[in-house]
């Protein structure tokens, strides 16, 4: 019997790295697009206009303040009727870096509002322009305080990526309903399904916890 | 004092400044000229408003009314390019305000390599030569955070000169410091008056004054209330503040 499902498991082994490989590219690809636009958001947030640091504001605590299953439902399912037709792939990409900008967002901007006004003062009384403060003088120092909870945000967004699932995507996550409908022993399939996303995210959670550790020997700056 | 008849534009030109923060005004009507190459020392209680003065001059506070005419250019002026400005005024803060994540060299080089846009090469020469007149050619790689209070502010001020400024401005520069540190960022600054800078120092060091200051200018409550030579204000105040004041800092 449990010979029989182990055979069964080895055969669904292409799907498996499919769903894996879908997993792994759904999460790059947004966390990258959603570092810069993170980035991007943290900088404007902190830079002073209150209305557009406002709407960020209102704009991220809608976000974080929602269901990540229920945005995706409304980008995949009502987006449509609107006639924006999105391809499932594409939709899983835009409300995942949605997702993860808005959590970057907060995180640069705490880290940018860490940095004392002393050092923007110094650098704007010697002559240099908005961004080349932002550049050389508040966001490497605001990196100290970034890079942990970025790190670790990182980890909580490849986890949220199962949530693709839900919109027929192919993932890891979904690989796992597939199987468990040809081999029912949903214990041993998702405990497999675990560790392939442990697989990923344990890295990261390594890395976060060194970049912790280094946060007091750097001088104000982090190198990797 | 002045000739009405020759509006003489000094490099630094206070006319009828007044500033508020909220309901409280804290520079009242002031009218100051600074010359080129004077050296102007700024006195006065805690809360009179002397850093809001200097802090006006590059546009880290800004005005409310009145006129504020730095190196031949009006503040608040849309034809005033205030970054560009600030390229010509150096400023010494209290605390100094080293960048922490760059050493010694690279923090005097930040701004004539991005804003002069000087060569790397040329720059860090440059850097390391002003590190070395200012006593501290052994510190050019050294982060701030493994320099003491004396020398961290003694970076601070060859990074002003990198800039080849025309002003510096000096906030309480030596106040952060122990006293056996203070000397050393004096003997700095006395140098660098001497080479004809025009310079404003909030300070009460009153040997730095009687040394290269033409003028103490003694504040309180946000108004200019007495304004003449070190040796006059201090040997014979003329107000009951100034005579006050005076008497409390003497006794340290
Ligand atoms: N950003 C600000 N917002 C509101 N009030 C301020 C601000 N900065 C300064 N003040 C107030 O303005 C007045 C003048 O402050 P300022 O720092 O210029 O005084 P100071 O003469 O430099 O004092 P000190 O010797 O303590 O440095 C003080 O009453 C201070 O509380
Ligand atoms: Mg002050």
Not at chain 2, 77 to 96: K, W, Y
Not at chain 2, 143 to 167: D, E, F, H
């Amino acid at each position: 019997m449990i010979w029989q499902q182990l055979q069964s498991l080895a055969g669904s082994y292409p799907l498996a790295l499919r769903g894996l490989g879908m997993t792994v590219m759904l999460s790059l690809i947004s966390l990258v697009l959603g570092t810069a636009l993170g980035f991007g958001l943290g900088i404007l947030r902190t830079g002073g206009n209150r209305l557009i640091s406002s709407v960020i504001g209102a704009w991220v605590d809608l976000i974080r303040g929602t269901p990540f299953l229920v945005q995706i439902f409304l980008i995949f399912f009502i987006l449509p009727e609107f006639g924006i037709e999105l391809g499932a792939f594409t939709a899983g990409i835009i409300a995942l870096t949605n997702l993860a900008a808005c959590f970057i967002c907060e995180i640069v901007a705490a880290g940018i509002r860490s940095v004392p006004t002393g050092q923007v003062e110094a650098a704007l009384a010697s002559g240099l322009s908005r961004w080349q403060r932002m550049r050389q003088v508040v966001l490497p120092q605001a990196m100290r305080i970034v890079l942990p909870p970025l790190v670790g945000q990182y980890v909580l967004l490849i986890k949220d990526s199962s949530v693709v699932s839900a919109i027929g995507l192919t993932d890891l996550t979904r690989v796992g309903w597939l199987v468990v409908q040809r081999v029912p022993n949903g214990l041993l399939v998702f405990f497999l399904v675990g560790v392939g996303y442990f697989i990923v995210c344990y890295p990261l959670i390594m890395l976060a916890r060194r970049l912790e550790r280094r946060m007091g020997q750097a001088h104000g700056e982090v190198q990797l | 004092m002045s000739t009405p008849s020759q509006a003489k534009t000094g490099m630094i030109d206070f006319r009828g400044v007044n500033k508020w923060f909220g309901p409280l005004n804290v520079l009242k009507d002031i009218t100051l000229s600074v010359e080129p190459r004077e050296v102007v020392v700024v006195c006065g209680p805690s809360g009179s408003g002397k850093s809001t003065l200097i802090r006006c001059i590059n546009g880290l506070e800004t005005i409310k009314d009145g006129d504020l005419i730095v190196d031949g250019q009006r503040l608040g002026d849309p034809a005033t390019n205030m970054t560009l400005l600030r390229t010509e005024i150096g400023f010494v803060f209290q605390s100094f305000n080293l960048y922490p994540h760059k050493t010694a060299l690279e923090n005097v080089t930040l701004a004539p390599i991005h804003v002069r846009k000087i060569p790397r090469a040329e720059a860090e020469q440059a850097g390391r030569d002003l590190l070395a007149k200012v006593g501290l050619a052994d510190k050019v790689n050294a982060y701030p955070s493994q320099l003491s209070g004396g020398q961290q502010q003694r970076v601070a001020i060859a990074r002003c000169l990198g800039m080849r400024p025309k002003i510096m401005l000096f906030d309480e520069p030596t106040s952060a410091l122990d006293p056996e540190m203070i000397s050393e960022v004096l003997d700095v600054m006395v140098a660098v008056a001497e080479e004809g800078m025009t310079m404003m120092v909030v300070t009460h060091e009153m040997g730095f004054a009687r040394k290269v200051a033409q003028r103490v200018v003694f504040m309180d409550a946000g108004a200019i209330v007495e304004s003449g030579t070190p040796e006059a204000f201090f040997s014979a105040p003329k107000t009951d503040r100034s005579r006050a004041f005076l008497s409390k800092i003497l006794r340290h």
